[in-house]
C-alpha cells in the first residue's frame, strides 16, 4: 500500500472528520468493555471544537481524508496529557499512531514546555498498550475513567524517544 500518510496539524475544519473518525475508531474500545458511553463515543462535535481551539490537536491524511488524530494538553502538575488517539481500522498497522504520538509530544516538549507526557488506556487495550510501551512509556498506576472502566495509567519522560521497533 502507498502509504503517504501526512501529519499536521490539526484545523478547525477537521473537527467533523475528527469527530466522524473517533466515532469509528472507538467502537472496537466500547465493545471491548462492553461500554458504548465511554468519553470519545458521547463527546459532543461542539467539544471537539472545543479541544481543536485550545488543545495541540495533530492529525493524519491520506489524500483529504482525516484517517488519524491525537489531542494533546498541559495539565496542572505540569505533565503532558495525551488522549483520543485513533488510527482508521483500516489503516491500522503502519506506525501512524507512532507518527501521531511523536508529533503531539514534539509539539508539548517544544512548544508548551512539557517534562513528561501522560496516558490512559482501558486495561484490556492490549494493542494500545503494546504501542505505548514501545515507544517508552511505563504503567506507573491505575485510574477509573469517568465512565467505569478501569484505566492503566502510563507516563514517560520527556526527551526520551524510544526506538519505535
Do not use: W
Not at 150 to 164: C, D, F, R, S, W
Request: aromatic share 6%; hydrophobic share 40%.
Amino acid at each position: 500500500m502507498g502509504m503517504s500518510v501526512t501529519i499536521s496539524v490539526a484545523t478547525e475544519q477537521d473537527a467533523e472528520q475528527i469527530f466522524r473518525l473517533q466515532y469509528l475508531c472507538f467502537q472496537s474500545e466500547a465493545a471491548l468493555y462492553g461500554n458504548y458511553r465511554i468519553d470519545p463515543l458521547v463527546q459532543s462535535l461542539d467539544s471537539v471544537r472545543e479541544e481543536l481551539a485550545a488543545d495541540c490537536v495533530y492529525v493524519a491524511r491520506l489524500g483529504d481524508e482525516v484517517v488519524g488524530s491525537v489531542r494533546g494538553r498541559i495539565t496542572e502538575d505540569g505533565a503532558a496529557a495525551i488522549g483520543k488517539l485513533c488510527v482508521h481500522p483500516r489503516l491500522q498497522g503502519h506506525g501512524i499512531g507512532a507518527r501521531l504520538l511523536r508529533a503531539a509530544e514534539a509539539a508539548l516538549e517544544g512548544e508548551r514546555g512539557a517534562t513528561r507526557f501522560r496516558l490512559h488506556t482501558g486495561h484490556r487495550s492490549e494493542g494500545n498498550l503494546r504501542l505505548y510501551r514501545r515507544v517508552g512509556y511505563e504503567t506507573v498506576g491505575t485510574a477509573q475513567g469517568t465512565d467505569g472502566v478501569p484505566m492503566i495509567v502510563l507516563e514517560k519522560q520527556a526527551g526520551t524517544y524510544a526506538a519505535t521497533a
